[in-house]
């Protein structure tokens, strides 16, 4: 594959590449240091990549929360923020933008996506219920368990083992849910938290068949779907590419379908909507839509800005219509596969298939002279800005921090450092210099060292969380 900015097309007889759908009107520099700025830097942010100044990054693929490049047309939409306390217009356009792409009546904004989760754990969950979920996330079940729910997983087994190619490894397993109704009872559930483009998985999707198979399961049991929408124009991408009966249908269709299923949804808006702050709850069920709305008054502001000024609703209600624009989703999701075709090339371990929003680098067979007590992800994820100034994140036995029973570390089949791409703000020579300096780090992988962690908060320790290296 060439070296370009753009990516080739599959179709052999077509060679020619295809480029991002926009041009780039503003730029910010970036800042390159040295290697022993870096080292300093990282053994003062504690071996923990969240600890670092940004600008100390040169390429920050930490997340893609927040981090996208807004549009000139969401930029206009700013300067015409109406900061009123309440009935705002933007926040009228925020509705009707989430009620045309997603297709739910009623919408009450929020900051962002863990406050949408707050609210709906709170409401939603009566003590001791579970909550099956297809996979963890971390916030999400941090919600689930202060609201004294229990998470169940019931992914496919495919989306734990990072080499297996399954094209929909976010599917949800029925027996699973059979098996929980069986032991618990259908009032042991909540609701079903399903999420598109799952995150802890490696940004995998479902397919829309295997949905329309869990949804008929929740209709006959009465048990809601609430999807965790986040990343879920990705997995509509997947979907059309992928999944017979999809090919060359609007992504807008069929996220309007995948949605169709679900009573609701709980939505970080820093990454599909494509701006800098927001979230929402959307539903259509009128009775959780009344509640929702005397809560977020309490905890985030009046229901017409949820802690929102004017101007953020605006710019996520334009971002909700240029979001579903086929051009824009493919130039996104083949980024992260050019980036993944760079290190599968090299020979480095991954999670196959790439997912939609990070690349996700399998510490496990990385490091594989690491035990996941010494911290695997955590150490490669540190090695690599040491090398490079490239800052990822570590998704593994940190990340799944301890089981509220036990007090025991979660030990996650996945130990992943995640090599997460905003949304138009980097080219391909920026995920050149990524590739290069992973294939780098891959020749010198046994000199990287273990660490322990010295300093463990209480929650999402993954975000604080200190560590030093073991000194052999
Ligand atoms: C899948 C998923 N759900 C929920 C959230 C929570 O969203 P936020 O960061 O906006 O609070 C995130 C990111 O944090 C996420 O990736
Ligand atoms: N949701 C964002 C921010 C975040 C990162 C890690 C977390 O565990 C929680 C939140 C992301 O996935 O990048």
Same mark, same amino acid.
């Given at each position: %594959? ?6 080739? $097309? ?9 480029? /991002? ?8 520099? *970036? ?21 670092? $100044? ?23 939409? #700013? ?18 933008? +989430? ?9 009450? !904004? ?6 949408? @989760? ?14 099956? %979920? ?7 079940? @941090? ?14 087994? @495919? &989306? ?22 069986? /032991? ?15 995150? #802890? ?6 397919? #829309?068949?295997?949905?329309?198979? +869990? ?18 124009? @990705? ?6 590419? $992928? ?5 060359? =249908?609007?992504?807008?269709?069929? *996220? $309007?379908?995948? %949605? ?121 994820? &540190? ?14 036995? +940190? ?12 030990? !996650?089949? *996945?130990?992943?450092?995640? *090599? ?10 920026? #995920? ?19 660490? =322990? ?17 073991? +000194?052999?």
């Amino acid at each position: %594959m060439r070296r370009v900015q753009g990516r080739e $097309r599959k179709d052999p007889v077509d060679k020619r590449t295809i480029a /991002e759908p926009y041009k780039i009107k503003v730029v910010e520099p *970036l800042r390159a240091t040295t290697r022993d700025y870096r080292a300093e830097k990282i053994r003062e942010a504690g071996y923990n990549t969240f600890l670092l $100044r940004s600008e100390d990054v040169y390429i920050d693929l930490l997340t893609d929360s927040g981090t996208s490049a807004m549009s000139d047309n969401q930029w206009a939409g #700013m300067m015409l923020g109406d900061e009123a306390y309440a009935g705002s217009r933007n926040f009228y356009h925020l509705e009707a933008a +989430v009620q045309e792409i997603y297709g739910f009546r009623y919408v009450v !904004p929020t900051h962002q996506g863990r406050a949408a @989760e707050h609210i709906t754990s709170q409401l939603r969950i009566k003590p001791g219920q579970y909550v099956p %979920m297809n996979m963890y996330f971390t916030t999400t079940r @941090e919600h689930v368990e202060l609201a004294h729910g229990i998470f169940y997983d019931c992914i496919i087994d @495919e &989306a734990h083992d990072p080499a297996n190619p399954h094209p929909f490894k976010g599917n949800v397993d029925l027996a699973k849910l059979d098996r929980l109704v069986q /032991e618990k009872g259908r009032d042991a559930i909540a609701y079903l938290s399903l999420a598109p483009c799952v995150n #802890m998985a490696g940004g995998q999707p479902f397919s #829309m068949g295997n949905l329309r198979q +869990v949804a008929a399961w929740a209709r006959r049991h009465g048990i809601p779907i609430i999807f965790d929408a986040t990343r879920a124009v @990705e997995n509509a991408y997947f979907i059309q590419q $992928r999944e017979p009966g999809y090919a060359g =249908k609007p992504v807008r269709e069929i *996220l $309007r379908e995948m %949605m169709s299923y679900g009573e609701g949804c709980t939505m970080s808006s820093k990454k599909d909507n494509l701006v800098n702050i927001g979230g929402f709850i959307a539903t259509n069920n009128e009775e959780f839509f009344v509640q929702a709305k005397e809560m977020v008054v309490v905890y985030e502001g009046l229901h017409t800005y949820g802690g929102l000024a004017g101007r953020d609703m605006e710019a996520i209600a334009r971002g909700i219509y240029e979001m579903v624009d086929d051009a824009y989703i493919a130039s996104r999701v083949r980024q992260v596969e050019y980036l993944g075709s760079r290190l599968r090339e090299a020979g480095i371990p991954i999670v196959e298939p790439v997912g939609g929003h990070a690349v996700f680098v399998d510490a496990k067979r990385f490091l594989s002279h690491l035990p996941q007590e010494e911290f695997p992800a955590q150490a490669l994820a &540190a090695a690599l800005y040491v090398d490079s100034g490239v800052r990822g994140m570590e998704r593994g036995i +940190v990340s799944a921090g301890r089981d509220p029973v036990t007090g025991e570390h979660r030990r !996650p089949k *996945l130990e992943l450092v995640r *090599l997460t791409i905003p949304r138009r703000v980097y080219t391909n020579l920026h #995920m050149d210099v990524v590739a290069e300096s992973c294939i780098a780090l891959y020749g010198e992988r046994r000199a990287i060292r273990g660490l =322990k962690m010295v300093y463990e908060p209480k929650k999402l320790r993954f975000f604080q969380a200190r560590f030093e290296p073991i +000194v052999p």
